[in-house]
């Protein structure tokens, strides 16, 4: 592979109403907004130095336009684009200049219709990570990963391993063997990009890093007296999947996201993947809680990278399941 | 009044097998072991000076014997054996050195069935406070409260209030007027006891202090790592109610603890009672959470002073009622 | 005693900038500001349900007018001015509308110099418990307690335990059986006042009560990112003494709070107070680490209530000592 | 660069009581030890899949026999054997089988002196991350970095960067625009080793990486009431370089650890390097608090590869430097 995909970087999310959105996450969770104008609220963590890794797009429809990785160089993206016109995925280049405080990106609809985009350059920013006394509600500190579900986990899994040089630290596995879901990752952590069985392309969530348990607690009470108790949808709990602390909420136009601490450092290369029995209660909660079913079956749509229309959704391969202790 | 009921004190429980207890209160969460033979176990937190705040005994069947109030001195008990005598309730000596470690103590009854036990002296042990070397799992510090269902709750309320002298430091109120549970204390904080309209008089839960809201989490982490997954019936979150940090546990024999970090000083005299409405969704968890079906309906049976057989349980005065967004 | 003595409830400190105090006690410190004048702020913690704790008065010079305690009733009072004219100390009232948010208030020079006051009535407020929206900086919760230096420890000690009603729950005793500070509390935690030999009567720290704490971790790295780093005087650490969580801070008139998280219940008659040797090197800081000098040396003067004058500092009864682990 | 050093993997200390050592860091830290004989303690952390991190060896003189580092391939040392040979620095291997647990290592004292060790196997074992009711003491996760004084950081930092791959996260300069320290990494945080212009070379400190802040207070409980009140050197307290949550221990061989929680993620390639001014008193402890003078001076000598002397410790080549703040 003669391309380097650093990370998970950024996701575009049309939202329907900027200011009810200003208010849930800058003014409540307390991302710090770089910058804004009538049609745009740029988002980011306390620690980046990238100039955003949360886009908010003011459109009729709350759907997700890209979800967007940070690779290593301009002529990756070349390689890249070579890669996927290849495998039969039409690419699409947005120039420099064209998206604010952007380099070039590399857009493509993935195997499973994921709009994914790819790019080398952002503006960056001051990092705030010492500027304590800006931190309020989750202090969240950056993005950490995506998760999706799509029709047929196994074939993302393939690609996104053989193809974009992903590894896997933690996996879910069906009595039969087929693979469930699955966490991949580039960076050094548990995953930059999860895959689970279901109905799709759709984004399940994004995932953002906070410092610590409190924060997400502290998060919870902030939300709770700020009228946004309903916003919170699971959570908080310890995933027995990649051990982290998690709080599940959804934003004012039902996007999911999540509030993560915890996991674990997978530097190493004779690091085996953890497996999991789909039918281990603790996978989903090391606590043995259950998720609403909300969690199971909702999610956000994605867009064509090409048509700008919605993609199409398509039943899992692997029947529904949910665990029976949901029940 | 010329006596002055300290704090909740003791509770005890029969259990049907010590040593399924033990491996619950002692290996798993924490509690300190001061003594046990073949038919009891006696448990303390790590900042209580007397001898155990829990007292396990070997039953047949798990109910609730006593629950334990210290007061001043040996003329306490004389005075409130005699206001218990003059309101109609009959009460029963236990004489110093016939329950170990401990001094006289005074049984009885209550309007609502509840079985009260009053004594001035107990065995003074090691304090643990900081012996940081023995804190494991919940790192448990003191008993903090009672919680029982009893069918009255208005008459319950009036009685410990005007009798025993204790203030309400919140209430949950029905649309119409009723006091549908109460939180009163004698020490300062949110409550010794709390009483919630149910059928009744059933103990509902015994809460124990712990230092922290990460002491919770963890002694979750630890449960699921020893198998305790299913002991865990509700929460973490926190409680509108008492602002505290709670987390819910059901000990082998279904006995029902809380854990729980926070609440207020309530040492002032004017301070004013709060008041919930029974509709109020944040009442019962401020983020919104519900409880499960079996927080509201399962309790422990409590016995009879005198004939030690278990109290007849009666029906609620008020309408059976769960707050329509448990549903 | 026909009085009753509740809390350490305010105190009056008298600084020389109002703008500055404002900035470090509410903009960093996140104490909440009732209300304010010209020549006054008026601050209060997220639990208080009374109007103030720290009165904070422009002046000239930064020294202590009052250390304040909250009694149950206007009878008190009157019982409270007999007290003290019988044992000699002139008294001084200060009628209802006098002070803004008091009612009538008894003030006098303690034994050691110290001016008291003492009120049953202060407006009421809201409650911020539960607003976390609003929880900043140190997330402080109430006043605690008052740290004293004076010239005769044991004098002290014995006024306020047999006239006043005070309870020790901990004391340091020289290696010749003398008294050298001690710890002293109505409500149940381990103090109201604290008394430590030294040149007096001054102020050594107002105790503020905090949630927990990653709370005072969270103020320091506040207070460096706000150009504070030089207000830190010691800690973070534990004290030996309670048990405490605490963090020692200089105001920007020199005065010194504490941030105060942990201690333990008070409740019961049969708690036997905590002795410590002077010498025992975990008593200031259980971990062992050394306070600075000035710790040691700096503290704030008080004034009279007669004369409005600062009262003369007299040297201690007990020698200067300074334990050798701190050279 | 043909080879692919993975991260900071394994220290091998000289300790002179075994027993000493295992009643520090097993049962007072919770260092899991893995295994044992009458010569050798092998140590890991809780998220460790890889058989130890820490191997403390029996012998008369507390020094350090190697810094080891793990590569991703047999094929990585051996061209990291052509390098080091190449650049004049004469090599060894140890193979397969004559070190325990252990696939065939290379050894070499770098350009400063300091005795590396490079191996890509070493056996795995149960990660605990989830045994969480084996948590005790600090819960330590992982080893995280070296910490290394040398007389001449500027050649082992541009040794460290062009030579081996390894990138600058953050470095102090003196006000001539010399490199004084230099933080340098591999995995996706602040560093793997640093280098801190000192006499050497000598081992500063080995990192280990907790879970959170609270854990290095409860570190520190736990040590004092343990009798280690003495072996906390410095902190808790927050670094301003590295923004970590930072304690420092001295070891029963006065070997220093530092235990360690917080950094950020250094995945990108265009995050710019933190530069810090050596007399920025936020420095060294972001609250603004000295450090001890020991935690400057003292640190533990070197063996040579190939004698087993230890390597001659040599003055640095920037004059000796302590912040004026530290006076």
Chains 1, 2, 3, 4 share one sequence.
Not at 124 to 129: E, G, P, Y
Request: charge should be negative; charged fraction near 25%.
């Amino acid at each position: 592979m003669d391309y380097n995909v650093i990370r998970c970087a950024r996701a575009i999310l049309h939202v329907t109403n900027l200011e009810a959105s200003r208010r849930f996450y800058v003014d409540t969770l307390g991302f710090i907004e770089t910058e804004s104008d009538e049609e745009h609220i740029f988002l980011r963590g306390l620690e980046e130095h990238n100039h955003h890794s949360l886009l908010l797009k003011k459109s009729d429809k709350p759907v997700v336009e890209a979800l967007g990785y940070k690779v290593s160089s301009e002529h990756d993206l070349e390689a890249l684009a070579l890669l996927f016109e290849k495998e039969g995925y039409p690419t699409k280049w947005i120039e420099k200049g064209e998206q604010h405080a952007m380099g070039r990106a590399l857009r493509v609809n993935d195997l499973s219709g994921l709009p994914l985009e790819f790019f080398a350059e952002m503006d960056t920013v001051d990092r705030l990570l010492q500027r304590y006394d800006l931190y309020k509600g989750s202090r969240m500190q950056r993005i950490d990963h995506f998760n999706c579900a799509v029709p047929d986990v196994e074939a993302a899994y393939d690609f996104y391993k053989e193809k974009l040089g992903f590894a896997c630290s933690e996996y879910t596995e069906t009595s039969e063997g087929s693979i469930w879901a699955a966490w991949l990752h580039r960076k050094q952590n548990v995953h930059d990009v999860a895959f689970m069985n279901g109905k799709g392309p759709r984004l399940h969530h994004i995932g953002f890093w906070l410092p610590d348990q409190l924060s997400l607690i502290h998060t919870c009470d902030v939300l709770a007296a700020s009228g946004y108790g309903e916003s919170i949808e699971r959570g908080p709990g310890r995933h027995g999947l990649s051990n982290a602390f998690f709080l599940y909420l959804r934003d004012p136009d039902g996007h999911r996201i999540e509030l993560y601490s915890g996991d674990y450092l997978t530097s190493d290369p004779d690091f085996e993947p953890i497996r999991w029995d789909i039918n281990d209660p603790m996978r989903q909660t090391f606590w043995g809680h259950a998720a609403p079913d909300k969690w199971f079956t909702e999610a956000s749509s994605v867009l064509h990278v090409h048509t700008g229309k919605e993609v199409p959704i398509q039943a899992a391969k692997l029947k529904q399941h949910k665990p029976t202790f949901v029940i």
